[in-house]
C-alpha cells in the first residue's frame, strides 16, 4: 500500500521561509518522479516543482523559480521543498505526488498526500 506523507507546513511572515518534507512508502522511491502542487481556495491545483527520479533534474513553475528549491533524499525515501522569499499569494495546500514520468498536469500522477497548509502573513 503507497503512502504518501508531507509535513512542514505552517503560518510565515512574508519574505520567510518554510520546508516541507514528504516522505512516500510501498513504492519504488528511486523510480519514481515527485513533484510538488498547490490550491488555494477556489483555485485549481497547479504545479510547483518536480524531480527526476534518479538523477536530480528538477522542474519548477515560473512563479516560484528561483525562491523554490526540491531536492529528494533517495535513502530516506523523503522529497523537500525549500521555500524562500515567501509571498501571500503562495498561501495553499501544498500536496506531494509521485508518477513515473514527469508532468505538469496533476491529473497525470498516480499517488497524493494529504496536503499540509501553507499560510503566508503579508
Known amino acids: 500500500q503507497v503512502q504518501v506523507v508531507e509535513s512542514g507546513g505552517g503560518l510565515v511572515q512574508a519574505g520567510g521561509s518554510l520546508r516541507l518534507s514528504c516522505a512516500a512508502s510501498g513504492l519504488t522511491f528511486s523510480t519514481y518522479y515527485m513533484a510538488w502542487f498547490r490550491q488555494a481556495p477556489g483555485s485549481e491545483r497547479e504545479f510547483v516543482a518536480a524531480i527526476n527520479s534518479r538523477f536530480g533534474s528538477t522542474y519548477y513553475a515560473g512563479s516560484v523559480k528561483g525562491r523554490f528549491t526540491i531536492s529528494r533524499d533517495n535513502v530516506k525515501n523523503t522529497v523537500y521543498l525549500q521555500m524562500n522569499s515567501l509571498k501571500p499569494e503562495d498561501t495553499a495546500v501544498y500536496y506531494c505526488?509521485?508518477?513515473?514520468?514527469?508532468?505538469?498536469?496533476?491529473?497525470?500522477?498516480?499517488?497524493w498526500g494529504q496536503g499540509t497548509q501553507v499560510t503566508v502573513s503579508s
Open positions: 505526488a509521485a508518477q513515473t514520468f514527469y508532468s505538469v498536469d496533476p491529473r497525470d500522477y498516480a499517488y
